[in-house]
């Protein structure tokens, strides 16, 4: 059982207010990431971490930043949400490496309405 | 450009019945396969991989296949139930890189 966790799990927002999306995990997986997914789509990698103080962008821009101060705690920062914004985000882990080392866990994700 | 592909959005079977989903890609640099499990408002959920020097995984109900020459991957679900209804998501990764997901396929199976 993956144990990562994910806050809010909905949210709803005026724009131009900025949020904070909250992941952590409790495996001390050193790699973290953000994926955003749209109805019907496939998940995009927005961000990932592959260890504390490094951050990198996906394939996906995206107008969010992350950081990572400490090896369980991910969270994901929009200065000012609009209603392009407004999607599933779901944040994973896994303890690096190849293969099947590389096996990632979801948390439950948060939905995020911009309105 | 998309390289997982999973064409069908959505299938239905009946209860008792196999359950055969698939998926391509494009990348020949992709070495490692997994299938995610998706309910309604959960995140993914992973059951099962198959590196790319087999051809067959097999785990209880769910087998995958993996035909490297067509570039081509199938999850099986026999026999299938009503509990195994979601979106499954083919996912395809090169050494540590990190992974590509499909578009998804939403399994219904009806009692």
């Known amino acids: 059982e993956a144990d990562i966790y994910q806050t809010p799990r909905y949210l709803v927002i005026g724009t131009g207010k900025k949020i904070t999306l909250e992941c952590s995990q409790t495996?001390?997986?050193?790699?973290m990431y953000w994926y955003q997914q749209d109805p019907g789509m496939e998940l995009h990698l927005i961000h990932y971490?592959?260890?504390?103080?490094?951050?990198e962008k996906g394939d996906l821009s995206s107008e969010s930043t992350v950081s990572r101060i400490r090896t369980e705690h991910f969270p994901l920062t929009l200065e000012s949400a609009r209603p392009s914004h407004t999607s599933q985000y779901l944040c994973?882990?896994?303890?690096?490496?190849?293969?099947?080392?590389?096996?990632?866990?979801f948390g439950a994700g948060t939905r995020l309405s911009v309105l | 450009d998309q390289q997982v592909k999973q064409n069908s959005p959505s299938l239905s079977v009946q209860e008792g019945r196999i359950s055969i989903l698939n998926c391509d890609y494009t990348?020949?640099?992709?070495?490692?396969f997994l299938w995610y499990k998706k309910y309604p408002a959960e995140g993914p959920t992973f059951l099962i991989s198959?590196?790319?020097?087999?051809d067959k995984n097999e785990d209880g109900r769910f087998t995958v296949f993996l035909n490297k020459s067509a570039k081509h991957l199938s999850l099986h679900i026999v026999p299938s139930q009503p509990g195994d209804s979601a979106v499954y998501f083919c996912?395809?990764?090169?050494?540590?890189?990190?992974?590509?997901f499909g578009t998804g396929t939403r399994l219904t199976v009806i009692p």
């Open positions: 990348n020949s640099m992709f070495d490692y």
């Open positions: 971490s592959y260890g504390v103080n490094s951050t």
């Open positions: 996912a395809a990764l090169a050494g540590a890189n990190n992974l590509f």
């Open positions: 198959i590196s790319s020097i087999k």
């Open positions: 994973a882990s896994s303890t690096g490496g190849h293969a099947a080392k590389n096996i990632q866990y």
């Open positions: 495996m001390g997986h050193d790699k």
